[in-house]
C-alpha cells in the first residue's frame, strides 16, 4: 500500500519529448516555479546517490538559479507529518499512513529552501487543493507555473492538470521531473502535452539550446557568465575550481551533457579542471 522501491532510468532526452499542443512562451514577469514534493520521504524510495534523482536535483538546481535571476518566484511543496483521518482523507487508502518520522518531512538538503521561496503545505495530489497556492499567484500576477519534482504520473500531472483549468499555462520541465519508471514518467508527459499544458526541457528554459556545451566555444560562452572573469582574460587551461566555478554548476553541466548521451562524473572532472581538458574529454566521448 506504501511507494514501492524505486529504480534508476534514464531521463527523455529533448528528441524524445512529445509533441506539444500549444505554443507558448514562458515570459518571466509571469512565470513561477514549484518545486513538488522533493522531501526526504520521497526521495528515500530511489535509495543513495541514484543517478536518476542525481541529474533531476542538478537540473531544477540550476533551474532555480535561472529563476533568482530573473526574478521568477519560485514555491515548493511539502506534505506534513502524522496526518489525520480527516487531513489524509483517501490517500490513506491508496498509499497507507504516509509521513511519520520527522527526519523525513524536509525537502532534501541539495534543494533546501531560501528565505526568499514559499513552502506550500500539501494535502492532496494538486499543489492547489486546500491552499491558498491560486490566490498567492494571482496576487502577483503570475499566470504560468513551471513544474519540476516528483512524482510525474502523480502529483506533476496532477497540479499541471489543475493549473489549466483554473487558467494557469503548466509548463512541465521533462527532464527535472522524475517518477516510478521510464514508462509512466513518459506517459505524464505524454498526457500534459496533448491535454494541459506544454513539456519542455531545462536547457530551453535556460536558454542553453542555441549553445553547444561539448565545443570550446560553446562551453566558454556557457560558462564565462557563472565565474569572475572577463572572456579576454580567460585562459582554457587555468583551473575553473580557481575562477570559482561551484560544484553545483559543474553539476548542472553534467546533467545537460547527460541530456546528449555524453556521460561523465564531478569526480573525474575535479581532476582535470581546465576547460580545454574537459573539452578533450567530450570528444572522447563522443566518439565512443
Not at 493549473?163 to 521531473?177: K, L, N, S, T, Y
Not at 526541457?201 to 560562452?221: F, M, P, Q, R
Not at 564531478?266 to 574537459?278: D, G, M
Amino acid at each position: 500500500m506504501s511507494i514501492p522501491k524505486l529504480s534508476h532510468y534514464p531521463l527523455p532526452r529533448t528528441a524524445q519529448l512529445p509533441e506539444n499542443r500549444v505554443d507558448w512562451q514562458i515570459e518571466p514577469e509571469r512565470a513561477a516555479l514549484l518545486i513538488h514534493d522533493m522531501q526526504n520521504y520521497f526521495i528515500g524510495f530511489y535509495g543513495d546517490n541514484n543517478p536518476l534523482i542525481d541529474a533531476v536535483v542538478a537540473n531544477i538546481q540550476a533551474l532555480k538559479s535561472h529563476c533568482y535571476e530573473n526574478n521568477i518566484p519560485v514555491y515548493y511543496t511539502a506534505q506534513p507529518i502524522k496526518q489525520g483521518f480527516n487531513e489524509r482523507g483517501l490517500l490513506r487508502d491508496m498509499w497507507g499512513d504516509g509521513l511519520q518520522d520527522p527526519a523525513q518531512q524536509p525537502v532534501m538538503d541539495a534543494l533546501q529552501p531560501t528565505e526568499k521561496d514559499i513552502v506550500l503545505t500539501k494535502w492532496r495530489y494538486s499543489a492547489f487543493q486546500k491552499c491558498d497556492f491560486e490566490t498567492r499567484l494571482s496576487d502577483s500576477g503570475r499566470d504560468q507555473l513551471l513544474i519540476v519534482g516528483i512524482y510525474a504520473h502523480i502529483g506533476v500531472m496532477t497540479t499541471a492538470v489543475d493549473a489549466f483549468m483554473r487558467d494557469i499555462q503548466p509548463f512541465v520541465i521533462g527532464d527535472a521531473v522524475a517518477d516510478f519508471s521510464y514508462d509512466e514518467h513518459t506517459m505524464a508527459l505524454n498526457f500534459v502535452a496533448k491535454r494541459c499544458g506544454k513539456v519542455i526541457n531545462t536547457a530551453e528554459v535556460l536558454g542553453s539550446e542555441s549553445l553547444d556545451i561539448t565545443t570550446l566555444e560553446g562551453l566558454k560562452a556557457h560558462i564565462i557568465p557563472l565565474i569572475d572573469c572577463e572572456p579576454e582574460e580567460f585562459d582554457e587551461f587555468e583551473s575553473l575550481i580557481d575562477y570559482g566555478l561551484d560544484s553545483v554548476q559543474v553539476m548542472n553541466l553534467i546533467a545537460l551533457w547527460q541530456q546528449q548521451g555524453i556521460e561523465t562524473n564531478f569526480i573525474e572532472l575535479a581532476q582535470i579542471p581546465t576547460l580545454s581538458a574537459w573539452v578533450e574529454l567530450l570528444e572522447e566521448r563522443k566518439d565512443d
